[in-house]
């Protein structure tokens, strides 16, 4: 074999080698969750109570605006965080506050939890309520628009059932905005 | 930080040229892929282009996976041109690494060249992101994680009124709307890499966007071939009510999952920020300091007769010719050149491309070459004057570090790039003695300076100006290619010329060639 034809085996070896390390590399097997794992995942839009704190503008600040936004009273309008408490097999998981979104606190809450549990019968207890302190301002008044009344989600949401899950099977609990409720969701043969 | 930053080059140079070495001598300079690897990447997006249309055509917003999995079944078109697809994008990713690494070791990312080093860092991010939407069309198991992972980083950011996570809980079937904005970002994000490109290659002249045809259809026929050899798979479909199980994943679009999976969203996003701002800041925090960097070069308006050679090599785009400041008294040109420091990374190219040596880097015109070759020439003892090398410092088998002239046997005359030689310093070392000169060049695609190479064989051979003059004896001039490692593809380069030009008398041999009067005179004749 001369030199080049050599030269030609070993570079189209090279070629055909890297062409399948790229080939491999690109169908990697790769486990992104444990195998014996289940998940609860709570998860959740709720509209809170939105409330609004007033307070009357002093002169000093008054003149320090432009004469057209002068406005005496200004108000601060948010939505009352509410706290999450879950449970399973009676030990504590979650203790946490959850606040409304946007920057402002002004927006729905939303809840988003993954809870990695074994496989296997739990009791699973949900509470989310409301804070009614809600940071303490003194002066705090109620929305006045009763359809926003009417959609808000009940200060006290409670679920507390047993649930079965399977091996990598999720079992998903939301609120159920119709029946002002907290449900269970799962695939079929993945919980119960 | 600089020391840092020296010490990684140096270890990539080191790696790359061995690599190069194996390369050119498997395949030759002219098709080694690691040379041409950014030209590698736009034929690549070529591919992905003209492939992706086609699979546009099949896939339908309202069931990816299954769209996806009946092109996948097709035996005798969608396998193969969706494995084509994917291969393509994992390969522009591997070609997009090597050119960084190219690019870093060799030093080419401060100065004039920064706006290329953070164009090319926003080409590889929208090749990252391109693909990354390229995945989720698929909605596959590494789709719903890719997804899932993407919604919990983007959640952080004070940008969405709602969580994106909340779409893929499961409550209810996947929007539609996420598909088309996938599918949109998958499409748009490519368009804008056509502008980032012209961007990417706007301070250069005559940027080679495709690689030679032979390495360019040798790279997509050895992709095609792998597509139809290894088909591309599919993980099981999107469940949103079952924990992603093991399945086939893309290192390299999915690499990062593995590290960013264990950490919240605010870490992640804080560990990114930081490795951008380190490879943005690259050319900021790894310029050499201001003492050891090279001038640009400078025009000497007395000696420039406006002949536009240096306007028309220059590869950076630097030089451009303006009306002579003063007029055209005395019969002088109406331009002259003038370098655009901006621009100008002292290549040197334009010295020696101008015959009058009136243009050039400070220390390295065309007469302050002659000067270092007078002073060379004197160094050297007058009866051992066979072959004397001219190599280039940062390539040529670093023929030109130390040892060399026990290696090489011969004296080297080393220069910073052979497009900045003056052929002048050629015809000088002929005249003086010398019955051979040798001149080692980095191989044409891997020239720091771009086309110093080139341009100096065009001048040696072609007429190119600043030419080497027909009085010189060709049969004496003989230039090579050698990469950093390659240093014996040099020695054996020199021994082969010491043979072939034993049969040749002994050159005459000039006590004092005075070649800068003699150009002085050609210039006061123009």
């Known amino acids: 074999m001369t030199a080049r034809a050599l030269r030609v085996v070993i570079g189209s070896a090279l070629a055909l080698a890297s062409a399948a390390a790229l080939a491999a590399l690109s169908a990697l097997p790769y486990a992104a969750e444990p195998a014996d794992q289940a998940v609860i995942r709570l998860a959740w839009r709720a509209r809170g109570e939105r409330v609004r704190a007033c307070r009357r503008l002093t002169p000093a600040e008054l003149a320090k605006l432009p004469p057209h936004m002068r406005q005496e009273e200004v108000c601060e309008r948010r939505v009352l965080p509410y706290r999450l408490r879950v449970t399973i097999d009676g030990a504590s998981v979650v203790d946490e506050l959850v606040r409304a979104g946007g920057a402002r606190e002004d927006r729905p809450l939303f809840v988003f939890r993954d809870l990695a549990v074994a496989p296997g019968p739990h009791r699973l207890e949900v509470m989310f309520e409301r804070e009614e302190d809600g940071g303490g301002r003194a002066e705090r008044e109620r929305e006045e628009d009763e359809r926003a009344d009417a959609r808000q989600t009940p200060r006290r949401l409670a679920l507390d059932q047993p649930v079965t899950l399977a091996t990598r099977r999720i079992v998903l609990v939301t609120y159920d905005d119709e029946g002002k409720r907290l449900r269970l969701l799962a695939a079929p043969g993945g919980g119960s | ?526």
């Open chain 2, 1 to 526: 930080m600089q020391r840092l930053a020296a010490a990684v080059e140096t270890a990539a140079r080191r790696a790359l040229g061995r690599a190069d070495a194996l390369m050119n001598r498997l395949y030759g300079w002219r098709y080694n892929p690691l040379y041409h690897s950014g030209a590698v990447v736009v034929a690549l997006l070529v591919v992905l282009l003209v492939t992706g249309i086609y699979l546009l055509f099949f896939y339908r917003l309202g069931a990816p996976y299954a769209s996806v999995a009946a092109l996948t079944a097709q035996p005798w078109s969608g396998r193969w041109v969706r494995g084509l697809h994917r291969y393509a994008s994992d390969a522009a990713v591997v070609a997009t690494l090597v050119h960084a690494l190219r690019v870093y070791a060799q030093g080419r990312r401060w100065g004039p060249r920064t706006l290329a080093w953070v164009t090319g860092l926003i080409l590889l991010f929208v090749v990252f992101v391109s693909g990354w939407t390229g995945y989720v069309m698929v909605w596959d198991v590494q789709a719903q994680v890719l997804a899932t992972e993407g919604a919990r980083l983007l959640d952080v950011l004070p940008i969405f009124s709602e969580p994106i996570s909340r779409a893929f809980v499961g409550e209810r079937p996947i929007p539609g709307a996420f598909f088309f904005l996938n599918l949109f970002a998958h499409i748009a994000f490519p368009i804008g890499l056509g502008l980032v490109v012209w961007l990417h290659v706007s301070r250069v002249a005559r940027p080679g966007l495709l690689p030679p045809r032979g390495l360019m259809w040798g790279v997509i026929g050895l992709l095609t071939v792998l597509s139809v050899a290894w088909p591309v798979t599919m993980g099981p479909a999107a469940d949103l009510f079952r924990l992603p199980g093991p399945a086939p994943f893309d290192v390299f679009y999915a690499f990062w999952l593995p590290l960013v999976r264990p950490l919240p969203a605010g870490v992640a996003w804080g560990l990114f920020t930081l490795i951008a701002l380190a490879l943005v800041l690259i050319p900021v925090w790894t310029k050499p300091a201001a003492a050891l960097r090279p001038a640009p070069s400078a025009v000497d308006e007395n000696l420039c007769s406006g002949c536009e050679q240096c306007y028309l090599d220059c590869p950076y785009e630097a030089i451009t010719m303006i009306g002579r400041p003063g007029g055209t008294a005395e019969g002088r040109s109406a331009l002259v050149a003038h370098v655009n420091p901006a621009r100008c990374v002292s290549c040197g190219i334009c010295a020696g491309s101008c015959a009058p040596m009136g243009v050039g880097p400070p220390g390295r015109t065309g007469r302050d070459q002659l000067s270092a070759a007078r002073a060379f020439v004197a160094a050297q003892r007058p009866d051992e004057r066979g072959v004397v090398v001219i190599a280039c410092d940062r390539g040529a088998g670093e023929i030109t570090g130390p040892g060399a002239v026990e290696t090489a046997r011969s004296p080297v005359y080393a220069v910073t790039c052979v497009g900045n030689l003056h052929t002048s310093v050629v015809e000088y070392l002929v005249r003086a003695g010398w019955r051979g000169v040798l001149i080692v060049s980095c191989p044409p695609r891997d020239c720091w300076s771009r086309e110093g190479p080139k341009w100096l064989e065009q001048r040696l051979y072609h007429e190119r100006e600043a030419e080497l003059q027909e009085r010189v004896d060709r049969r004496r001039v003989r230039l090579v290619h050698a990469g950093a490692a390659e240093r014996g593809v040099v020695v054996a380069a020199i021994a082969q010329f010491r043979a072939e030009i034993a049969t040749l008398a002994a050159s005459p041999g000039e006590a004092e060639p005075d070649l800068a009067r003699e150009c002085e005179v050609e210039e006061a004749g123009r």
